[in-house]
């Protein structure tokens, strides 16, 4: 008779699957930002970091510098250096264990692991692990899919491709936009990136946006 799957491997599984396919997205974004396949495919490899791979594309697509893309892509992936101090004291890795864990210290891993708190801490470092090399797994499985795809279809402008980029920064968002500052927030960025887009050259209002977020929250956490 079969084992029963344990809750952990489960919860890491699903979402693997589920956040690894939107790796497609990424794919055909990149091949209609002008990236080639073998471009995509590396910044899945190395970068590893959903939010900011789109902010890369997204930024030089649009006509942006390098460096306006390597700025807004650090910015939005400052989270996971604070998920890695979060989960030092949980995982307890050294050497070059360490460099493999802080690659695949991301939202989902970090998440699928201090759920699991009620398990114990083996849990929690397995669903960690599960998680994490799950998702790198078809992360870049369905990046190549989705740049070959992107590639076979000619010019992705004409299949609605180009609109990928902020249809996935709007995906990555929406699910956070539960409480009524972070939607005032929301809509605050908004209006000043869409007022300096016209000034200003693409990637600087995002990193823009990104200091309003930060100076508001300074704001909230001093009153």
Request: aromatic share 8%.
């Amino acid at each position: 008779m079969s084992k029963v799957v344990s809750p952990t491997v489960r919860d890491s599984l699903s979402v693997s699957l589920t956040v690894g396919a939107y790796g497609i997205a990424f794919g055909a974004a990149g091949i209609a930002s002008g990236f080639s396949v073998l471009q995509c495919c590396l910044l899945s490899l190395l970068t590893f970091t959903g939010a900011s791979q789109f902010a890369v594309v997204g930024v030089i697509g649009a006509g942006g510098s390098a460096i306006s893309a390597v700025a807004t892509a650090s910015l939005l992936g400052i989270r996971n250096g604070l998920y890695g101090v979060l989960m030092a004291p949980i995982l307890h890795v050294r050497g070059f264990k360490r460099l493999i864990a802080a690659q695949v210290t991301i939202d989902e891993s970090t998440g699928v692991s201090l759920s699991q708190e009620k398990l114990g801490l083996a849990a929690m470092r397995q669903g960690f692990w599960l998680t994490g090399f799950g998702v790198f797994l078809f992360w870049n499985i369905f990046t190549l899919a989705g740049a070959l795809g992107a590639q076979a279809l000619g010019n992705p402008a004409a299949w609605g491709l180009d609109a990928a980029v902020p249809a996935a920064f709007l995906g990555l968002l929406w699910p956070r936009l539960d409480t009524s500052s972070g939607r005032i927030l929301s809509v605050c960025a908004a209006a000043l990136a869409i007022a300096t887009t016209p000034i200003l050259p693409a990637g600087l209002p995002i990193i823009i946006t990104a200091g309003l977020a930060l100076g508001l929250g300074v704001m909230k956490k001093s009153i």
